[in-house]
Every structure is written in C-alpha cells, then in structure tokens.
C-alpha cells in the first residue's frame, strides 16, 4: 500500500472498497468488454488523482480498492466511475447498447467499506491516552 498523501496543509491516507454490478447482473463484463472496462477505469482513476490499490473486473460486478484525497467524496467518485465507464462502453460495443436500451449499464447503487492501517481499538486507545494526559478529563467524551 502507499504512504500517507502530502498535499498542502493536509496529510492523509484514506483508502475505500467499493463494489458496483451490471443492471440486472448481466454477465457482459467478459473478453474484450472486460479488458476496456478495466482500462477505462484505469484512465478515470488517473484523471481524477485516484490511486488503484487493487481492483478485479468479474463478469457482472467490479471491487476496487482505492486510494483518495481528502476533497473528493466517495458517492461522487463512484457517479464518475459508473457514469463515464457507461457512457464509453455503450458508444465502444453497440451489443451493450442494444441490451441495455434505457443508457443505463450499471445497477441502481453502490457498496463501500472504508479501510486502513488502524482499527477502532488502536483509535480509542490513541484517544484515551491523549484525554488522560490532558487538562480536561472529560473533553469530547461520548458515553
């Protein structure tokens, strides 16, 4: 995995899986169609400052595991993915248009998972050492 994001004022290191599917589930991801897929979302990520950590096309759905900035939110990065990828398959393989007539290629939806080095446990006790060692014991304490 890659280190932190240095970028101005900001350091960071925010990492997401995010998974989508073909309408219907349709198994259209296959042979050439999967492999422009693949490079399509390859040149989105690029565009838009993305990093790939990892990410698997099957037949009708894709995971990617991704890197982001923090000004970028995840619902907008997956419409750019799931809209331009659409978009540049339907016009590249007239098959898919003619199946999926209403212009829409991927389901309705997404799944995400947040990811990274820590866990909740190492937060909280982060947290707990930094609230015993300071002033106010009480300071933000959500119980």
């Known amino acids: 995995m ?12 925010l990492s997401v ?3 989508w599917s073909t309408k219907y589930r349709y198994s259209v991801l296959v042979g050439d169609v999967e492999k422009r897929c693949r490079a399509v979302l390859i040149e989105i990520c690029d565009a838009e400052g993305v990093n790939i950590l990892k990410g698997v096309v099957s037949k009708d759905h894709v995971h990617m595991h991704l890197e982001y900035r923090p000004s970028q939110d ?12 659409s978009r540049k398959l339907q016009m590249e393989f007239p098959i898919l248009k003619k199946k999926y007539w209403g212009r829409h290629f991927w389901a309705i939806g997404f799944g995400c998972w947040s990811t990274g080095n820590i866990t909740d446990k190492m937060v909280d006790e982060y947290l707990e050492h930094h609230r015993k060692s300071g002033n106010d014991t009480d300071a933000f304490i959500l119980e």
């Open 74 to 85: 995840i619902s907008t990065l997956v419409k750019k993915l799931k809209g331009r990828s």
């Open 2 to 13: 890659s280190e932190q994001r240095v970028n101005g004022h900001t350091v960071s290191r």
């Open 17 to 19: 899986h995010i998974v």
